[in-house]
């Protein structure tokens, strides 16, 4: 079935460096992708959105970038802050608006 | 607006025993999704709801599974007859129709002994 996919599981990043979070998706429909940072013990909180006709999109901090030639999508995090590290996690939307979400990439801020 | 309320936060079954989980969506939204997360692992889609309708439930299992949003009240998914690989947290998402925000709550976390 269709998925989507994360390159890297674990990143570890020194406190005010810049860090790339990728994501590989597979099914060329999706027309709405969404990043999400997920804290232990909590749910998933929202960080920033793109649609597909988009492929650039700048938040606070984080912008994402999305290469629909490829396929990839990104999560650019700048200044790195401690409260930064946690589990990130691509989503997208299908069809009747359910998400699929990736598998996850655990960012480790090292002070 | 006190989010989407998710309860209880933490349960514990012994195998063969009912789970009843509950999810209060935001006002207006009436849209609910139910997902599932093991350990270490991504979320599941399990089912979709509007008020009292079923939309999609391809990620539902075909027994012990169920869930239900009716007109009144909250969004419950129910799981009979629980085994130890029910355990997993399992968070709702809620979204106004026509809208894309979806917002999770703190999901529960079912143990199953």
């Known amino acids: 079935g269709e998925s989507v996919g994360l390159h890297l599981p674990t990143l570890s990043v020194q406190e005010g460096d810049n860090s790339i979070i990728n994501c590989a998706y597979s099914?060329?429909?999706?027309?709405?992708f969404i990043w999400y940072k997920q804290e232990s013990g909590k749910g998933p909180q929202f960080i920033i959105d793109?649609?597909?006709?988009?492929d650039k999109r700048q938040g606070q901090r984080v912008t994402v970038l999305l290469n629909k030639t490829v396929k990839h999508l990104s999560l650019q995090i700048a200044a790195t802050q401690p409260g930064d590290s946690a589990v990130y996690f691509c989503?997208?939307?299908?069809?009747?608006?359910?998400?699929?979400f990736g598998t996850g990439t655990r960012l480790t801020i090292i002070p | 607006n006190a989010g989407v309320m998710q309860n209880p936060r933490h349960l514990v079954r012994r195998r063969g025993q009912e789970a009843r989980l509950r999810c209060s969506p935001m006002?207006?939204?009436?849209?609910v999704y139910w997902y599932r997360q093991l350990p270490e692992e991504g979320l599941k889609f399990m089912v979709y709801l509007q008020k009292e309708n079923i939309i999609d439930e391809s990620g539902m299992p075909k027994e012990r599974f169920s869930a239900e949003f009716p007109k009144e009240g909250p969004s419950i998914l129910r799981i009979q007859q629980v085994v130890r690989g029910d355990s997993a947290a399992y968070f709702c998402?809620?979204?106004?129709?026509?809208?894309?925000?979806?917002?999770f709550g703190s999901g529960t976390r079912l143990t199953v002994v």
């Open positions: 989503a997208e939307k299908e069809g009747n608006e359910k998400l699929t």
């Open positions: 006002k207006g939204h009436s849209h």
């Open positions: 793109i649609r597909s006709n988009m």
């Open positions: 099914n060329s429909a999706s027309d709405y």
């Open positions: 998402a809620t979204k106004r129709a026509g809208e894309s925000g979806y917002t």
